[in-house]
């Protein structure tokens, strides 16, 4: 996966260098242009989310398609008619499909289309004329709006719900505060790519406090953001390269700079196609002030070593950031002194630690989340999931109460609440509660599942099997409501409906050990014993340290009348597990009673 990603990225790097070595732009070296940006980008760390993460493949294909495109600009600026303008918005409807974001791309061709046909150097009137009578022009608009009006029609004009966690700038009441704080991200987003050495996985909650005032020192670097862009601006005749980095680096960046709601405060990955525009501008800036210095020595030498000591350090960066993306502890502890108070840093730590058995770190990251922020329901629930782990129902039902209360249409919430209550015997209110979970998810397979299990609880047997065959209808791949089902059809002693309803489960779950077990235990029932023997051996060489497997291996044998293999799993049951294998000691004596009896007879 990692690999493909890599791919990629250096596809993306070798057709960076082949765009800019087309370009045409005066009083630069464009070979060195080229070479050092496609460098630079090869090399910035602030690629490595979009390279490592799976996610991160919709923007190597956006800005694989976004290079493309402005390459047939280029190869198209003095050839008369449509063609490569229809070929690029064919491409990008294709981008589209990967990241919404390539909507830009008819933008990024028409500026590249102006720089490098010199409509740039003409007079301001005779531009406009140029630019409202240049076809291409035209097409690119109408073009961007019809696919942004199938993008909405797509998606049923419904726009994107995001929770105020994902973002608590865009969910910002007071339009000052959230204008000015948008602002400020603007230019944390520029930061990163000019000094990254900041990277985070996740910049949600706690990372970036809000800008509530005119006088925060921050907004300094939001003035002199837009001071250089004003300096450019009123030189863009001069230097129209810096003008054209500078485009490319703010143009595919549009969508994520908030003028929409998006779920992020910053993401690294959405840097990936600005950052080509960056380095063009970067680089631009650097050979300007190699070619101001041509006559002195001594500073395009400490020009060139600076150059070098900055790939330097690029390259230890990106290896130490691609390190941290080996495996989510390190990827969750980088964070962690990125923005330590980020509540969503603290809650994957403590999701992490709850996987690995960690209950102590989770209890404390859980509890840390929570008081960063509130009303993190997710957080809340998981916590009191940790209590209800560790026998403190109470505590437990008190956080998951507080969950609903954050967000009341949180069906996983309802659902989990209903098991704390379910163990606490308060049969009525855990009903309550998986009735409301399947409220807001009808198609809820592991709620009906509970539920099942409620009524099993309450000896309602019909009731029981028939909400485990509810959660297998809606979903088909869950084990637990396939085994239930087959275990109670085994106990009522249905064993053909039970062996019916296996067939079905070892369809959907064709390796599941628990359909497989039980399976095997009715063959058993019904002397099946060559095909009960064989799926005991499957499941034992899938979990060969499970006790029960070999006990009712045991027994099979002992129906079968194979004494010594009745004798020999009865033995492995007993050293896996002496103080559990009650059965598997009991049939054992039994057994080796009988051949004792037996063999008293046969002296006698």
Known sequence: MKFLNLLLHCVNTLLMWRLIRS??????????????????????????????????????????????CLMLTVASVDKPGCKSVILILLLTAIGMLFKESAVTIPLSCATLDYFQNGTYMLPRKLQ????????????????????????LWWQNFEAPEFKTVDNPIAHNEHLLTRGLSQQYLLVMNFWLMLCPQWLCFDWALGCVNLVTSIWDMRLQAVIAFYSFIL???????????????????????????????????????TLYVPSIGFCLLSVYGFLYCYNFNADKAYWRNMLQTLIMLLFAVMMIRTRQRAAEWLNEETLFSSALQVCPNNAKVHYNIARLATDTGNSTRAFQHYHKAIELYPEYESALMNLGNLYRE??????????????????????????????????????DEALHSYKEALKYRADYAVCYYNMGNLYLEQQRY???????????????????????????????????????????????????????????????????????????????????????????????????????????????????????????????????????????????
Request: include cysteine; charge should be positive.
């Open 23 to 68: 370009l045409y732009v005066e009083e630069i070296d464009i070979e060195r242009w080229a070479t050092i940006s496609a460098a630079l980008f090869a090399a910035h760390p602030v690629h490595t989310e979009a390279v490592s993460g799976v996610v991160g493949r919709a923007e190597l294909m956006f800005g694989l398609i976004h290079l493309l």
């Open 128 to 151: 406009q004329r140029v630019i409202t009578t240049r076809l291409r022009y035209g097409c690119y608009i109408f073009g961007s709006v019809f696919l942004v009006v199938v993008r």
């Open 231 to 269: 300096v450019a601006l009123m030189n863009f005749r001069r230097l129209a390269g810096l003008m054209l980095g500078l485009a490319l680096m703010v143009i595919p960046f549009l969508p994520a700079s908030g003028i929409i709601r998006v779920g992020f405060v910053i993401a690294e990955r």
């Open 390 to 427: 560790h026998g403190q129902l109470l505590t437990a039902e008190k956080y998951i109460r507080a969950a609903l209360i954050a967000y009341p249409a949180f069906p996983v919430a309802w659902m989990n609440l209903g098991i704390v209550q379910s163990a606490q015997k308060k049969f």
């Open 462 to 604: 019909a009731e029981a099997l028939h909400h485990w065959q509810h959660a297998v209808t809606v979903n088909p791949r869950q084990p637990k409501a396939w085994a239930n089902i087959l275990t109670m059809l085994d106990n009522r002693g249905m064993y053909e409906d039970a062996l019916r309803l296996s067939e079905q489960g070892l369809f959907q779950l064709p390796h599941e050990p628990s359909i497989m077990f039980i399976r095997a235990n009715v063959l058993g029932k019904l002397k099946h014993y060559v095909e009960a023997e064989s799926l005991y051996k499957q499941v034992i060489e899938m979990d060969p340290h499970n006790m029960l497997y070999h006990t009712n291996l045991g027994v099979l044998y002992h129906r079968w009348d194979k004494v010594q293999e009745a004798i020999n799993s009865y033995r492995t049951a007993i050293s896996l597990h002496a103080s559990r294998a009650t059965t598997a000691r009991d049939n054992l004596g039994k057994l080796l009673k009988r051949m004792e009896r037996e063999a008293a007879k046969e002296h006698e």
